[in-house]
């Protein structure tokens, strides 16, 4: 598949979940995961050095506006960007009437829509994986930031994800309920489409229900090519942190005993020089 069809073919399937998507996504709105990003962007805020006033964002792939909460939130002005019509329809029903959020349409590929040090904090949160250069986005990112303006990519599965060493394994086994298995695994069995991304996936084995680009072993997020880059484009890297997500459906007390053990998950804050 071409890099323009898979965006179509992302374009179509967000479009399509857009009212369900916070539903299937336990680990991106779960309340661990929130309040560490609401500090994480509190993080950000702090470290710009580009705006005397308050800083204007772009928060590149915005779906159903879960960083542009937290940064309206913050009083942050921000252009909630998108390549799906249907995320940008809720994202306008939803901050709109702050005063603090506008949305644009997106090509999936690139920000050619976006002039140059347009922004001081441009942000990607759980969004390289379902673009086909991934490091060209970084780039774009790069470009309409101002000098002493931060780029902020965060919710990308790093390497123990893929590895899973024998800590990480252990920790998978027993942090999910049995009866929330169970029930998943019921469900999965009466639903007809499982049985067509079952013959998908035989045809096709890097097929991804969502649009999933960069999620399988030989292609995913290198962060060491992010990073190098960053500093390529003239920026340097404040923040580098691992840490390992925490899904709705995680046994907290499991959570606990293992979140300072292992990861698989990558956030980085870099400023423009």
Known sequence: MKAREKIKFNIRVHDKIARRYERIHDDLFSHVEQARLHGALQEVIEVVRSSEKSPKALDVGCGSGNL????????????????????????????????????????????????????????????????????????????????????????????????????????????????????????????????????????????????????????HIEWDKVEQLLISQNFEVLVKRDYLACKSSYRRDVYEQYKNRCNDTTMLIARKK
């Not at 913050?74 to 799906?84: F, I």
């Not at 009866?179 to 489409?193: E, F, G, H, I, M």
């Open 68 to 219: 542009t909460r937290h940064l309206v939130d913050l009083r942050v002005n921000t252009v909630s960007a998108d390549v799906s019509e249907n995320f940008l329809k809720m994202v306008e029903r939803r901050f709109s009437s702050t005063g603090l959020c506008k949305t644009l349409k997106l090509s999936g590929k690139d920000l050619a829509n976006i002039e140059d040090h347009a922004f001081d904090i441009a942000a990607a949160y759980a969004v390289l994986h379902h673009v086909p250069d991934y490091l060209h986005l970084v780039r774009e990112m790069c470009r309409v930031l101002k000098p002493g303006g931060v780029i902020y990519l965060d919710h990308e599965v790093n390497e123990t994800y893929y590895n899973k060493p024998l800590e990480y394994t252990q920790f998978l086994k027993s942090v999910v309920p049995r009866t929330v298995v169970l029930k998943k695994y019921l469900r999965l069995l009466v639903s007809p489409s499982f049985y067509v991304r079952f013959v998908w996936k035989r045809i096709n084995p890097t097929y991804q229900k969502e649009g999933d680009i960069h999620v399988w072993p030989d292609d």
